[in-house]
């Protein structure tokens, strides 16, 4: 009987360790996504310089790796995104989560996927994301702005929207419109990923807690945000610089595998570009 107690108690833990792998690994998956989509979206063309310059005054972005939309006379859309900020420093926080959902009628056949970045220029933008669930083009205080031909649905020019939305669209419709789309925070997604209940602005305007999972992806908006164009290596240190440093404050409740504190300084240096290996 004592040998059956102990096997049902080491086959529990062994269940609930393996969730708790599998969720890790979908937050981890989505974040690492999240990065190569910042790299793709970003090759624009003639517009990358623009678009480069618009993520090096930003004050957030919305990063959604894959928005699925398509239907039949109803068409329906929906991803994961990840929310990152910055402070005044210029460091980048590590991603708060939040869903992508919405429906919208006309006549529309297909099926669409598109990687989205949706650049949060001011803290007024960034704070009627955060303040609840934000429906894009709901908010006449918010102006929209779009970047490139994957998009459609703006309001204003780009230089002069609070959000400016840049897509790499797949599909049959001409360009995807985001109108009416709902983005919501992902509680579970965000217990997962740090270990304990904390919310998008403790994660992205606090800076209250950091896995250094994501530091990849924080490296990589700092890559994208400095190169000039597609193809250039990221801009050397200075001559006799030191490199810098992670200053990190512990705090309370890290989750396994996970360090939680305040970020205080940028802890990372831009991966090499494809061929400068």
């Known amino acids: 009987m004592r040998r059956l107690a102990l096997f049902a108690v080491a086959l529990c833990a062994v269940v609930l360790v393996g969730r708790e792998a599998r969720a890790q690994s979908e937050e981890q998956t989505l974040v690492d996504r999240a990065a190569l989509s910042l790299r793709e979206v970003f090759d624009l063309g003639d517009m990358s310089a623009d678009a480069r310059s618009l993520l090096g005054r930003a004050r957030a972005a919305m990063i959604c790796p894959q928005v699925i939309r398509g239907g039949f006379v109803i068409a329906g859309q929906g991803g994961d995104c990840v929310l ?65 031909r994957g998009i459609s649905g703006s309001t204003t020019a780009a230089v002069g929207g609070d959000i400016v939305t840049i897509a790499r669209a797949r599909g049959l419709f001409a360009g995807i419109s985001l109108d009416g789309a709902i983005l919501s925070a992902r509680s579970q997604y965000m217990r997962n990923y740090f270990g304990r209940d904390i919310s998008p602005r403790q994660v992205v305007v606090g800076m209250e807690a950091h896995n250094p999972a994501s530091d990849p992806l924080r490296a990589e908006l700092m890559r994208t945000a400095q190169a000039p164009a597609s193809n250039a290596a990221p801009a050397a240190p200075p001559q006799g610089s030191a490199p810098p440093q992670a200053v990190i404050t512990p705090g309370p409740g890290p989750g396994p595998g996970t360090t939680s504190g305040r970020v205080q300084t940028e802890s990372l240096t831009a991966p090499p570009r494809n061929g400068t290996r």
Do not use: E
């Open 84 to 148: 990152v900020a910055r402070d005044g420093g210029g460091s980048w926080s590590s991603p708060a989560f939040y869903t992508m959902g919405g429906a919208s009628v006309g006549l529309q056949i297909g099926v669409q996927d598109a990687q989205v970045v949706m650049l949060i220029m001011n803290d007024k933008a960034l704070d009627a994301v955060l303040d609840s669930q934000f429906r894009v083009g709901a908010d006449a205080n918010v102006a929209l702005g779009t970047l490139g």
